[in-house]
């Protein structure tokens, strides 16, 4: 399957809401005709950044603190700087959102400043009734569940994934993410731990790339942003991934699998990602 940027139209649109969902800040109302760097306004957002990202191993200092020297745009020791978006500008030693304007500056709760990046693995399976397929009345297409989960931080349902740690693979990512969130490996006894984990890491060898690209997260700024690498596993017989009872780890609420349909409200952009797997397998959406 080609890897389009495309394929998920992103809309800026989350991370422009009335209130930064953390801190109770107010966010600049940016109307979509002024989201553009390259359209010139007086523009001065509030600033935030988030005092539990103070001297967190996973974060970058300030910008202003001397110690503190970026390369941009590459892969900056262990720490990807570079964006899938193509080259970003840095302007006050501060790297510009390449989808524009956010009404806040700073960092928010984000640990990078420009590119945070991060891998959301699609498992799915085919809802089954009886042995067979089950096919929705409206569209006569089989239905395709994803595993959900219900996020800590904002009760609302998304895909499980996750942070790319520095130095890591994103297919390792993708596979830790899985067994943290919707697995809770560490709650379930040795062995059995053991014997899921051999199961899903051989599921999760035939992944299909969904998305690639920007991420229109609510915790985005105009000066760090989320970018994702989205793929699919998908659990055609039910007898791999898909039979097993999953169980939420400490990022989330609750996990379940959900019918994927054209109504579902999810996380940042994690509806127009099901909505290409729900095409790409051919099913309803
Ligand atoms: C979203 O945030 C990504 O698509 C991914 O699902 C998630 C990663 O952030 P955490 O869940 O680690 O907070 O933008």
């Known amino acids: 399957m ?11 649109k989350k991370c422009r809401s009335a209130m930064y969902p953390f801190g109770n800040l107010k966010r600049l109302l ?18 935030f950044e988030s005092p539990t990202i103070k001297n967190k191993p996973w974060a970058d200092p300030h910008v202003d603190d001397p110690q503190f020297s970026p390369n ?10 570079a964006s899938f ?12 959102n390449p989808e524009g ?3 806040l500056k700073g960092r928010g709760v984000l640990g990078r400043w420009g590119p945070n990046h991060a891998a959301d693995p699609i498992v799915t399976r085919w809802k089954v009734s009886g042995g067979a397929k089950q096919v929705h ?7 395709l569940q994803f595993c959900a989960i219900q996020r800590r931080d904002c009760n609302e349902w998304a895909i499980p994934g996750g942070m790319v740690d520095p130095g890591e693979n994103v297919s390792e990512t993708l ?11 560490l709650d379930t006894d040795k062995e059995e731990a053991l014997r899921n984990e051999l199961i899903i890491t051989d599921f999760f060898k035939h992944g299909k790339e969904i998305y690639r690209g920007y991420v229109d997260d609510p915790r985005n700024t105009d000066n760090a942003w989320m970018e994702t690498t989205a793929m699919n596993f998908h659990d055609d017989s039910g007898e791999s991934a898909g039979k097993f009872n999953l169980k939420a780890g400490d990022d989330a609420k609750n996990v379940r699998w959900i019918d994927i349909d054209r109504n579902l409200e999810l996380y940042a952009s994690h509806s127009s990602f099901i909505e290409t797997v729900a095409k790409l397998n051919n099913a309803h959406w």
């Open 72 to 81: 941009y745009n590459c892969i900056d020791g262990k720490v990807n700087r």
């Open 101 to 103: 304007r956010t009404g």
């Open 137 to 143: 009345s409206s569209s006569s297409l089989p239905i």
């Open 175 to 185: 596979k830790r993410e899985f067994l943290e969130e919707a697995f809770s490996v």
């Open 85 to 96: 978006m193509g080259t970003y500008r840095v302007e006050e030693k501060r790297p510009l």
């Open 2 to 12: 080609t890897v389009s940027r495309s394929v998920a139209k992103m809309v800026h």
């Open 30 to 47: 940016i109307p979509d005709e002024h989201v553009s760097w390259n359209v010139n306004i007086s523009y001065d957002p509030p600033e």
